[in-house]
Structures are given as C-alpha cells and as structure tokens.
C-alpha cells in the first residue's frame, strides 16, 4: 500500500485507524470491585496500571472494597446469612465467602459497616450502601470534566438500596441476570445482553448515556489514532534527516496539538528539532503556553497585520520554511494547518519531504485530493485521544481567568476602609483601624450568585 492509497483510506474509512483506550473503564471497573486478577490478564480490558495508581488513593480504595465486600455477599447471600443465624459467625470469619484484604482494608482505613450486634445481613448490606453513597463523590476528581459525573455515580448507588425492599430487589435482579453484569460483578442498572460494557471507554461511554437517555458524542476523548497513522508518522521521522513542525496558529487547534503530541512516542519526537508557531493576536492565547507541555523546542512568530482583516501567516510560514530548507539543512517539514494555501510551498519547495496533519472540519476535499494524488501523507489531529489535552485546557482557563480578574477586579481593603471613614466622619488611630481590619474587613467572604455575578460580604461575629 503506497501513501496516497493510505490516506485515501484514511479519508473513507477513519474508524477502521481508531485505536481503543481504557481510561474510563479501568477506573469504573477497580471503583466497582472487579477482581484484580482481571486487571492482571493482558487480555482484558482493564488496565493493572492503573489499578495500580487508584490503590494509591484512599478514597477510590474504601469505595473498592466496599463494593467488593457488598458484591460477595450478593453473590453468597444464602451461606452468610445462614451462618450468620444459625452459627452466630461474623463477616470477619467467613473467609470462604467474603475477601478478608478487603475487610482488613476498610478496618485500616477507618471504616466499618457492621453495627454493634446485628445479625441480619439486609442491615449490612444497608450500611454498606449508605457508606458507598456517602463516599462515592469523593471519587469525583479521578475522572474528567467531559464525562457526566451523575451517570457514573448511578452505577454505584442501589436503587432504594437504604430499605429491606430495595435491598431484596436488587439481588433478585441480580441473580436472575448475573451473567450479564460485567464480570459478574453488581452495579446499579438494568442488566441485558450488551457483551462486556467494559470492552473499551468508546462503548462504555455511548452505553452510559444511552441508560440514561442521552447521547455521548465526544469519540476523540474515547479513541485513539491507530497503528497505521501513527506507523506512518514514524516512518516519515525515521526517513528525515532534521524535521520542523510549522504551525499555523490561525486554522489549527492548540489543544488537539497537544494531544497529539502527547500521543506520539517520545523517542520519535525527540528526533524533531523545534516547533515553529507562525502566530497572530487573533489566535487562541493557549499557544503561548504550549511550551509547557513538550519537550521539543518551542519558537513563536507573532506576526502583526498590515491591515487588521488580512492575515499574513502563510505567507511568513512559507518565507520561514524556505528559509529553513536552504539555510538550515532542514528537509523535512510537519505542517500543521488545513488551509490549501500551503499547496503552493509544497510544489515550490520541490526537494524537500512534507506531512501534513490537518483537520476534518477545517480541510476541503480539493486539498486532501491533492495531497493524496501527490503521495503526501496526511492524518487528523482530530483522530488523536483529545483526553490527554485536558491539562493545557486547564491551565489556559485559569491563565485567562486569572488576566480577567486583574484587569476587572480592583479592591484595596486599606482604600477602602478609609473611604468609609471619610463618608461617615469616623475617626480611628492606627491601632484600631488594625484591629477592625483584623477582625471584620480579614472575614470578608466570596459566594456566587445564581446569575454568575462575584458577592464579596462581610462575616458579621
């Protein structure tokens, strides 16, 4: 299969380069008390290292354990409760039936669900569903912004599971359809025959919101580009003697930048000598601190308008590449853009190597048609698992909050004080100006009301 074939297929065919990721699944399966030999099978979806990360983290592991303990004593209800009637046993002694790891856990943790002398079993099962729904949002943070948080927390959270009927409902119905509960383990929701819902983060995720009668559209966060793209890409870094990357800020996404780079094997990256950001002030601000999030080198090309509705980027990133290919030895270039202005520097600079990662939404078919027929490879940065850009997300929100905050918000409690000494005609000496600011003005308060707006009050003692 030759390049322009490649990327005909890439262009027809995107799922078939998908890779699948585990994130999500991983973290809902050790959460729910899937058993640890799972995650130690290569073969199963979910991934022993980060069960390895989540045994770290108190709070995933007390809600583990919880429902593994509450998971046993579904799936051996009748031999518990017996020996619990008849032989007077506790749970800490019925080793056959429940996993003393995590008995001794919790117990290490500082949590216990049995009460006193109760030997009804409903009544742990009970406690155990009020402690799960107690703690189960603590376990918020370990997943991402962009999954429905109230979904995931469902799946823990028994139906009614706080009375006797709701408990007795819920093992009914989990014994009726235990072989379609994902490893046999329970979880709240209607059972029916869906394969393993833990398969991958792209069916767990569509899956989730479909129970809920949703729907989940944001594939980039569950997948991955494939072998063939990123093979490819590798190819192309492996045959170059010295690579650039040439971005052109304005029809490129930062974030989806980032993820590929975050994607791609560093060995390989190591191997590219910079990253060229041909920019403007019209861009989006998070290029600025794309730096912080590769170790290639990062060099920015602001470039000011002659006139403020007309662009000069491409025109400076093809000057730039010139420069770059008969100056600087460089004879291969990544460009980054979906704008088919690009096509001219491709037949221009006709000794030097090109791939391009582009855009589907951005890239017209005559572009693509041309690369394809020339056997240029290109690929999607949108095909890149756009979850590992969360972190850049973050860190330009706050930047930009943060100069929000500092051009609007202006309040020196000192002023302040001595403005409202001025209107009311109060005089105070030093000293209890001091005190009065230690003990009122140091209690101020921030809340935020309904329509958004910043409260700033004072704690009244």
């Not at 800490?92 to 949590?111: E, H, N, R, T």
């Not at 930062?254 to 094997?265: E, F, G, M, Q, S």
Request: aromatic share 12%; net charge negative; glycine share 4%.
């Amino acid at each position: 299969m030759d390049l322009s074939d490649l990327a005909a297929l890439i262009e027809n065919q995107p799922q078939n380069f998908k890779e699948n990721t585990f994130d999500l699944v991983s973290k809902v399966a050790y959460l729910i008390g899937v058993p640890k030999t799972i995650f130690e099978n290569e073969h199963e979806p979910p991934q022993i290292e980060i069960y390895k990360q989540l045994e770290k983290d108190k709070t995933a592991r007390i809600v583990r354990n919880l429902c593994v303990i509450r998971n046993a004593i579904e799936r051996n209800y009748k031999n518990i409760n017996n020996a619990m009637r008849f032989e007077n046993k506790s749970l800490f002694y019925m080793s056959d039936f429940i996993p003393q790891d995590s008995m001794k856990q919790l117990s290490a943790d500082g949590v216990s669900f049995i009460k006193g002398s109760n030997n009804k079993l409903n009544q742990h099962i009970i406690e155990i569903n009020r402690l799960i729904s107690d703690r189960i949002n603590n376990c918020k943070g370990l997943f991402p912004l962009w999954i429905n948080w109230d979904y995931i927390k469902k799946l823990f959270i028994m139906e009614n599971g706080l009375k006797d009927e709701g408990v007795k409902a819920a093992a009914e119905l989990f014994y009726s359809n235990m072989s379609y509960y994902p490893y046999k383990v329970y979880m709240n929701w209607i059972p029916a025959d869906e394969g393993n819902v833990f398969y991958n983060d792209r069916k767990f995720a569509e899956l989730l919101y479909m129970w809920n009668n949703d729907y989940f559209g944001e594939m980039s966060k569950v997948s991955d580009a494939g072998d063939y793209v990123k093979s490819n890409i590798y190819d192309y870094i492996e045959e170059s003697k010295k690579i650039v990357v040439a971005v052109d800020c304005e029809n490129s996404d930062p974030y989806k930048l980032a993820a590929t780079i975050k994607n791609l094997d560093d060995e390989y990256l190591s191997k590219i000598s910079s990253i060229i950001l041909f920019d403007d002030i019209h861009t989006a601000s998070a290029w600025r601190i794309l730096e912080q999030f590769t170790d290639i080198p990062v060099e920015h090309e602001l470039i000011e308008r002659v006139k403020e509705n007309k662009s000069l980027v491409d025109i400076k990133l093809t000057a730039r590449a010139c420069q770059e290919h008969y100056a600087n030895g460089v004879d291969s270039f990544i460009i980054c853009s979906s704008d088919s202005d690009y096509w001219g520097l491709v037949t221009t600079l006709s000794t030097a190597r090109f791939l391009f990662m582009i855009e589907h939404e951005k890239s017209g078919p005559d572009i693509k048609a041309a690369l394809s027929d020339s056997g240029i490879f290109f690929c999607y940065l949108d095909d890149f698992y756009s979850a590992n850009a969360e972190e850049i997300k973050q860190v330009a929100l706050f930047s930009a909050m943060r100069d929000y905050i500092d051009e609007n918000v202006h309040l020196n409690v000192n002023d302040m004080l001595n403005e409202a000494l001025k209107t009311t005609r109060i005089e105070m000496g030093t000293s209890e100006k001091n005190q009065f600011i230690n003990r009122y003005i140091k209690t101020l308060q921030m809340s935020i009301a309904e329509n958004g707006d910043l409260v700033v009050e004072f704690k009244r003692k």
